[in-house]
């Protein structure tokens, strides 16, 4: 009976032992899981890339912009003849300006002029020049960028324009719509060039026919930003 007994309580305590070296795994197992894993990566390529400067240049932080310009002005039934003037602008924003302008220039011949050797009576003494001057809404159409190196590029914009004034021609002011378009290209941060197409439409009456005269012009200008 010692024997049975003793043999029991080996059989107890083995099973024991058993449970409690599975129970202590678990534990480690479940230790081991919870614990991220601490892993050193290291880049085994070094990219060695050469970042290439550009320099921009863009509209000074002031907001006003002053003007030169010359070249044609074709009044219908005056021939094409120079034209010069200034212009003032002011920025609102990044989109929409507005500009002022004032030019003249003087009308040649008529072909009736020309064929009578006799001038028009209008057109005695200075009535044959032409003086403009209006008021403009301008909206920057395509504003973007123009590389003339790889290493340098420059501010450009497209934009397009429309405003009324008055025309002083033939003894008479005469009321004018303006519609156009232009090219800015901005060479530094505070100068810029300009190329303009615009139509001065206005009535005129000195042919003996009351009709609307579109005029076109084609100019090209100098700006400074201040």
Sequence with gaps: MAAWLRLFLLKQLAVGLSLLVIMQATLIAEEQKSTPLKIESEQLIQPEVERREVKLDKIDTEDFEASAFFGILSVEDFGANPVYGTRFAYHVNEDIFFEGTVAQSTTSQTSYERISGQPLPLLAGNNSNLLYYNVSLGYNLLPGEGFLTRKKAFNTALYVITGLGTTTFAGADRLTLNVGGGFRFLATDWM????????????IDILAEDKTAHNLEVTLGLSIFF
């Design 192 to 203: 810029a060039v300009h190329i303009d197409v615009r139509d001065h439409i206005f009535n």
